[in-house]
């Protein structure tokens, strides 16, 4: 079970994202539509992994990546943004997001993905462990 932050400036996109990651019997430990909060959140919370969305109000999602990623280089986040924004796709990926999801999406296609990360990472923790 991973510990999920959800990121998203649209309150029925994180409750919808809620209910997937609840579903697959994972545990939602912060919710934001903010991202300097969801940085805060990041610090305070350690999560395994953290949806967030690319465009959002103040600070968008690259900006949020890129100050989680400052903190902690090793963050496991997807990125999610709807249709139109793909361009912002190479920028998320060059500053280490882990994943990457259009909306319009589906929930096995969330859970496929954060099983993906997460199980990615848990490898790479257990081969730093026994090395």
């Known amino acids: 079970m991973a510990k999920i932050l959800i990121v998203d400036d649209s309150a029925l996109m994180r409750h919808t994202l809620q209910h997937i990651v609840e ?18 959140l990041y610090k305070e919370l350690k999560p395994d992994l953290v949806t967030m969305d690319i465009l ?48 319009p999406f589906d929930a096995q296609e969330i859970r496929k993905e954060i099983e993906r990360v997460v199980g990615k990472s848990q490898i790479e923790t257990l081969r730093t462990i026994l090395n």
């Not at 579903?23 to 939602?28: F, G, M, R």
């Not at 109000?57 to 924004?85: C, F, H, R, Y």
């Open 23 to 40: 579903k697959a019997c994972h545990e939602v430990v912060g919710l934001t539509g903010d991202g300097n909060e969801a940085v805060k």
């Open 56 to 103: 959002m109000g103040e600070s968008d999602g690259i900006q949020t990546l890129a100050a989680i990623k400052k903190e902690d280089p090793g963050a496991n986040v997807i990125m999610i943004t709807a249709l139109g924004w793909e361009n912002k796709k190479e920028d998320a990926l060059r500053l280490g997001a882990k994943g990457y999801i259009k909306k």
